[in-house]
């Protein structure tokens, strides 16, 4: 079946602009998770969803980031007035369900910021 | 706080050696415990799990690891590497309930032919 989708692949911005990133997890799957991997600190943890629970933002390392997810399905997490410290590839999850359960991860989308 | 150390950042090992990657966890609850392998420009791809089941658990493409809780370790064991197996491993833990994963710094493995 298909897997967590991600969008773009790419993207490059100039610091300042306001950018939005996709992702679709795999379908029926409750739990949705970002992560950020960049070369300087590995492989973080932004936030969480899990249902029609609150998200858990605690990842999240400024006001600048925030994210949603429509209907239990989609979301997006937005960088308003991108800084070049945030360039990094932004990886979506999808679990059936929250802890413990295996977390599917798309390919990613890397963004630079000049 | 959960928290996950990987000895090594960059392992290398000929075709058909012992692959050994090495991954200690700190947790204050029966962890869950997850290798992951990425390849070069793509996302994560789960390789195995331990949750509180077998504590030798077997995997995808030949890996294995044993869940040791005296040692606090998790590591991941291949008898013989394949060419194929170069890429990045990450060791990661979750506490059980609804949390997300926490990660190790990754190991690159090369396999010299």
């Known amino acids: 079946g298909a897997g967590v989708s991600q969008s773009p692949s790419n993207k490059v911005t100039e610091k300042g602009k306001d950018v939005e990133l996709r992702c679709d997890p795999i379908s029926g799957h409750t739990a949705l998770y970002w992560y950020r991997q960049s070369l300087g600190q590995g492989l973080e943890f932004l936030i969480y969803?899990?249902?029609?629970?609150?998200?858990?933002k605690s990842g999240l390392p400024s006001d600048r980031f925030s994210a949603e997810r429509t209907g239990g399905s989609v979301s997006t997490l937005t960088i308003q007035r991108t800084q070049q410290e945030d360039s990094a590839v932004y990886l979506c999850a999808s679990s059936l369900d929250g802890g413990g359960d295996t977390q599917y991860f798309g390919p990613g989308t890397r963004l630079t910021v000049l | 706080a959960q928290s996950v150390t990987q000895l090594g950042s960059h392992v290398s090992v000929s075709e058909g050696a012992l692959v050994l990657l090495r991954c200690n966890y700190s947790s204050s609850v029966p962890p869950y415990l997850f290798w992951y392998v990425q390849y070069p420009n793509q996302g994560l791809q789960l390789l195995l799990k331990y949750t509180s089941a077998a504590t030798l658990v077997k995997g995808i493409n030949g890996f294995e690891a044993e869940f040791k809780k005296s040692e606090t370790s998790f590591h991941l064991t291949k008898p013989s590497a394949h060419m194929s197996d170069a890429a990045e491993y990450f060791c990661a833990v979750s506490e059980a309930g609804n949390t997300p994963l926490v990660f190790g710094k990754g190991t690159r493995l090369s396999v010299i032919a």
């Open positions: 969803f899990q249902g029609n629970s609150a998200p858990d």
